[in-house]
């Protein structure tokens, strides 16, 4: 088993990642969950995300441990 503090935020089934080498999610991805960290949140069951379509929809859904909206 993967090991990592951003794996409370995070469904297991979906680690190691789908997206591409380079892209710029993984990192808006962590800077969130620092946001997190620091604003004391550890249950994502607080929260739903709302997202389009498109490589941005993959953010919240299916990685969060939280409801997620397509729209």
Excluded at 22 to 31: N, Y
Excluded at 43 to 58: K, L, P, T, Y
Aim: aromatic share 14%; net charge neutral; proline share 7%.
């Amino acid at each position: 088993m993967i090991s990592h503090p951003y794996l409370k935020y995070l469904r297991s089934e979906t680690v190691p990642t789908v997206f591409c080498p380079g892209c710029g999610i993984g990192i808006l991805m962590k800077a969130f969950f620092e946001a997190l960290d620091k604003l004391g949140y550890s249950d994502m069951r607080e929260f739903v995300f709302v997202s389009g379509i498109g490589c941005s929809a993959w953010i919240p859904s299916p990685h969060f441990k939280a409801d997620t909206i397509h729209t």
